[in-house]
C-alpha cells in the first residue's frame, strides 16, 4: 500500500506540474490533488490524450501540406546542404530525394561518385543505388549492386536489399533463383509485398496451387492487421483479392 501510496502521489505531483506549466485551469489541479484518482484520470482522457493526438496529427498534416504545397522544398534544402559542405551524408540525403521524385539518373550518378574510399562498399550507398537501378529497369546493374552488398557486407540483414535481389534475378529470368529468395524472404518479411510477389512467379511458373495457398495466406493476415499495416500492404492485399475471386 505504502509504495502504491508513493506511486499515486508521484502521478499527482506529474500531472499538476503538467497543468501549470501548460496554463491550463486552476481546477485541474485542485482536481488532481483532492480527488487524486478521478482528478488523474479525467486529466489524462480529457487533457493529456486529445493534446497527444493532437500534435501528432498536426505534425503530420503540416509535413502533408508543406508537401502539397512545395512539394521541391526537401530536394532544394538538399541540393543547398551539399554545396554548403559535401559530405557523405548530404550526398546520401540528395540521392535519396533525387529517388523520391523519380530523377533516377541523377541519384544513380550521385550514388556511383559516392562510392569511394573508404566508402566505397558502403551498405547505405549500396542500397540506395540499387533501389535507383530497379527503379530504372536496369536489372543487370542491379543484381551487381547488390551482390557487391552482400558480399562486403556480409553482416548487413537488410528485408528490402533481398526484395531487390529478388526482383533483379526474377526480371533477369532467373526464376528458380528469384523463387529461393522470395521464398527465403517471405519466412521473415514484415509486409506482404514479398509473399505476394512470390506467389506471382509461382503462378507464371504453373504452380497455381501454391500460389492461391500464398494469396489466401495474405488475406488471412490481413484480417487480423492493423489500420497502419493495411494501409502499407493494400497493394498486394488487393492483388491477392483479385487472384483469389
Not at 574510399?117 to 549500396?126: E, K, Q, S, V, W
Not at 536489372?139 to 533483379?168: D, I, V
Amino acid at each position: 500500500m505504502e509504495i502504491a501510496g508513493i506511486f499515486m502521489l508521484l502521478i499527482q505531483i506529474g500531472f499538476a506540474v503538467h497543468a501549470i506549466r501548460h496554463g491550463h485551469p486552476i481546477f485541474w489541479v485542485f482536481l488532481i490533488i483532492f480527488l487524486p484518482l478521478l482528478g488523474c484520470i479525467l486529466y489524462s482522457v480529457m487533457v493529456l490524450l486529445p493534446e497527444v493526438i493532437q500534435s501528432r496529427t498536426a505534425r503530420q498534416g503540416s509535413k502533408a501540406l508543406l508537401r502539397t504545397l512545395d512539394p521541391q522544398k526537401e530536394l532544394r534544402k538538399r541540393r543547398e546542404a551539399l554545396e554548403v559542405s559535401d559530405t557523405i551524408g548530404n550526398r546520401s540525403a540528395l540521392a535519396h530525394e533525387y529517388l523520391r521524385h523519380g530523377m533516377l539518373d541523377e541519384a544513380i550518378e550521385l550514388y556511383e561518385s559516392s562510392l569511394t574510399g573508404m566508402y566505397r562498399a558502403d551498405p547505405d550507398l549500396l542500397l540506395g543505388l540499387a533501389k535507383a537501378l530497379v527503379e530504372a529497369n536496369n536489372f543487370g546493374r542491379a543484381r551487381e549492386t547488390l551482390e557487391m552488398l552482400f558480399g562486403a557486407n556480409p553482416e548487413f540483414e537488410n528485408q528490402e536489399a533481398h526484395l531487390l535481389y529478388a526482383r533483379s534475378l526474377e526480371a533477369l529470368g532467373e526464376l528458380d533463383r528469384a523463387l529461393d529468395e522470395y521464398r527465403a524472404l517471405a519466412k521473415y518479411s514484415a509486409g506482404a509485398e514479398a509473399k505476394c510477389r512470390h506467389a506471382l512467379l509461382l503462378k507464371r511458373m504453373g504452380k497455381t496451387s501454391e500460389a492461391r495457398a500464398l494469396f489466401e495466406d495474405i488475406l488471412k493476415d490481413a484480417k487480423i492487421a492493423s489500420r497502419h499495416s493495411h494501409r502499407l500492404n493494400k497493394e498486394w492485399v488487393d492483388i491477392a483479392k483479385r487472384e483469389v475471386a
